[in-house]
Every structure is written in C-alpha cells, then in structure tokens.
C-alpha cells in the first residue's frame, strides 16, 4: 500500500485545514488509517486513528473535539478535518496504515507510511 498525503501548509491559529491521505491498492480498504504528526524536537505521535470500516475512531486527548478523522473506501481516501488550530499543532503530519487500529493509535504499530505533510500554525 502506497499512502500520499495532502492538504498541509501554512494557516493562522483558529484556523482549519483538511488533510487527504490517498493510498494505492485494492487491499487498502482492510486496513485501520491514521494520522501521526512529529513536531522538531519531539517524538512522533498518534493524532487519530479509524478503523477499516470507519466505525471506531481514537483520537489524542489534545485534538479531541477540534480534529476529525473520517475515510472514503470507495475512493480509498482517509481525511483529518483539523479546525481551532493551535501553534502547537505545527508538525509534520504522516498518514500510516496497519491491521489494528488500537495498537496503531497506542503503540504507533503500522505496516505503511507516507511522506508526511508540514502543517505551520501561526500565531
């Protein structure tokens, strides 16, 4: 599976931009999606995470309420709506893919990884 995110860039605080993740093959619609994000300096983190079917979501305790996570199996699409955005939400935001989606949003256990994409918030 081949993940391609896009959607990032620059945007003032209170802001929203959505994030696309589109992935390639036929077997990607089995798998739990997500989104990490690695700010300078600090470790790669989960920000939200969906199950194969869209039915369950997780989500960090610090975007909860202001983030989104939602996916399109038909067109093989996963989105992160992020609105309030907040400087610290700056980081490079990487969409991931792997068989369960509770170790992957604990753990950050993934079989697949995308490029990432640089969300910049401003205050």
């Known amino acids: 599976v081949q993940l391609v995110e896009s959607g990032g860039g620059l945007v003032q605080a209170g802001g929203s931009l959505r994030l696309s993740c589109a992935a390639s093959g036929r077997t990607s619609s089995m798998y739990a999606m997500g989104w990490f994000r690695q700010a300078p300096g600090k470790e790669r983190e989960s920000v939200a995470t969906?199950?194969?079917?869209?039915?369950?979501?997780y989500y960090a305790d610090s975007v909860k309420g202001r983030f989104t996570i939602s996916r399109d199996n038909a067109k093989n699409t996963v989105y992160l709506q992020m609105n309030s955005l907040k400087p610290e939400d700056t980081a490079v935001y990487y969409c991931?893919?792997?068989?369960?989606?509770?170790?992957?949003?604990?753990?950050?256990?993934?079989?697949?990884w995308g490029r990432g994409t640089q969300v910049t918030v401003s205050s």
């Open positions: 991931a893919a792997g068989p369960n989606p509770i170790m992957q949003h604990r753990t950050g256990k993934v079989d697949f």
């Open positions: 969906i199950s194969p079917s869209g039915s369950i979501t």
